[in-house]
């Protein structure tokens, strides 16, 4: 199951993220992208706790890759509920910046434990759960009112939707290479991919003076 939705995930990702935006090709690759991850998401949880399968780190960033996938979506629908007088959010939405909180202090703390130990893996929790607190934060100013979500949905969507298809992408490496310093593999995808949610983001939400 994780393996096939994370294959799912990598195939119809990479098809939405450079087809034409809004075209049906990019609604339907999206809606199979978003099910894939999910699905590679959640049964990454269930692995990392399996008996003789314990893995802290694969927990972590299991619930990073279910907190990205559910805003980069969830944002969608809070854009097209704008139309209606009452708040768009629900209990849900509040539950999620939760969770994305709890999983980026989690990340952290796994990273100043394993860098204790002098091992230079921990560079990789410490850099995704900076991420991840980032958008924890993005998602508490649009809570409160602070951020418009007609002003900011685009840019929600394309960071959280890109961010899981770099983790789709970084777990291929990571599970079909073997380097010396396997932390490099970790972190390079997210470079390479942090640079192209950046032009994606000029290119269709450039900011407005």
């Known amino acids: 199951m994780h393996i096939a939705g994370g294959g799912i995930g990598l195939m119809t990702g990479t098809i939405a993220a450079v087809v034409q ?30 008996p003789g399968h314990l893995n802290v780190f694969l927990f972590a960033v299991g ?7 559910l805003t980069g979506y969830r944002i969608l629908f809070l854009k097209r509920a704008l139309k209606q007088e009452v708040s768009p959010y629900t209990f849900a939405d509040y539950l999620i910046c939760l969770g994305g909180a709890i999983y980026g202090l989690f990340l952290l703390v796994l990273s100043v434990r ?3 130990q002098g091992d230079r ?20 100013r649009l809570l ?15 960071g959280r939707m890109l961010g899981a298809l770099i983790a789709a992408y970084t777990a291929f490496l990571v599970v079909n290479i073997q380097i010396g310093q396997q932390w490099i593999l ?15 983001v000029r290119r269709y939400a450039p900011a407005k003076k």
């Open 21 to 50: 935006k809004g075209n049906r090709v990019h609604r339907l690759c999206g809606k199979l992208f978003f099910y894939g991850m999910l699905l590679a998401s959640l049964s990454a949880l269930v692995m990392s706790n399996l």
């Open 121 to 140: 893996f921990g560079l990789v929790p410490l850099a995704f759960g900076l991420i991840c607190l980032r958008f924890v934060w993005v998602d508490v």
């Open 63 to 69: 619930g990073f890759t279910l907190y990205m996938i």
């Open 186 to 200: 970790w972190l390079l995808p997210s470079v390479i991919g942090g640079i192209f949610i950046a032009k994606s």
């Open 114 to 116: 394993t860098l204790q």
């Open 144 to 158: 409160l009112g602070k951020t418009p979500i007609r002003q900011s949905w685009m840019v929600i969507h394309l």
